[in-house]
């Protein structure tokens, strides 16, 4: 059964400081992990990753993937209030054509 | 482009009752997904649609059943609602080909059993 851990569960941190969210997988026949910001409702997307060692940037907001230790992580440098959201971390595995989310983490960027 | 609508919003039903979440789609994708969000326990896959005319199981199908009415628009009925059904509903479409692709949600519509 494939398997996304995410951590922390939740984060409290000032305005101007740099997270780091992790992401941690299990899947077979991986094709790509998938980094989705959600707000007050729908998930909207932030970067799919299908190689490892490429780092996808937008922004403040970057992440890289490791496939080898099947881990990803995404970077906000310098955040915002307006950055105050779940962040949601998905395996998509291949002949399924489907995605295994993980829980999320809940990121609280205070002034 | 409108991407993913779904309706109704907002919803409240008595055990028992019956309804249909509706969902079109816009953007000529081939998949259609169904998920619940629930508290600590993140988006679950309830039924997909690989393409038009094929569905399949996801994780929590139990008490849930899906039409895919043609490419644009999939549907989910719940025939006899739970208080366990009591979630926020999130149906997404991708185009599902060899290459992965980011998934684009609807707004959700929130459901309350009673």
């Known amino acids: 059964e494939d398997k996304v851990v995410q951590s922390p569960l939740s984060l409290v941190v000032h305005e101007g400081d740099t997270v780091t969210l992790n992401c941690s997988y299990e899947?077979?026949?991986?094709?790509?992990l998938l980094w989705y910001k959600q707000e007050k409702k729908a998930p909207t997307f932030l970067f799919m990753l299908?190689?490892?060692?490429i780092e996808k940037k937008s922004g403040r907001l970057s992440s890289i993937l490791d496939k080898k230790e099947l881990f990803s992580i995404l970077n906000i440098t310098a955040t915002q209030t307006g950055d105050s959201a779940i962040y949601l971390c998905?395996?998509?595995?291949?002949?399924?054509?489907?995605?295994?989310f993980g829980t999320g983490t809940k990121l609280q960027v205070i002034p | 482009n409108a991407g993913v609508t779904q309706t109704p919003k907002f919803q409240v039903l008595k055990t028992g009752q019956s309804m249909t979440l509706q969902c079109a789609q816009d953007?000529?994708?081939?998949?259609m997904y169904w998920y619940r969000q629930d508290p600590g326990m993140g988006l679950r896959l309830i039924y997909y649609?690989?393409?038009?005319?094929?569905?399949d199981k996801g994780e929590v199908p139990n008490g849930y059943n899906v039409s895919r009415l043609n490419k644009r628009e999939f549907s989910l009925r719940l025939e006899s609602a739970a208080p366990s059904q009591t979630s926020v509903y999130f149906c997404?479409?991708?185009?599902?080909?060899?290459?992965?692709?980011?998934?684009?949600f609807g707004s959700g519509t929130r459901l309350t059993v009673v």
């Open positions: 997404a479409s991708t185009t599902g080909g060899q290459e992965g692709y980011g998934y684009t």
């Open positions: 899947v077979t026949n991986f094709r790509s």
């Open positions: 299908t190689s490892s060692g």
């Open positions: 998905a395996v998509e595995g291949r002949g399924y054509q489907k995605v295994t």
């Open positions: 953007m000529n994708h081939n998949s």
């Open positions: 649609s690989a393409s038009e005319g094929t569905t």
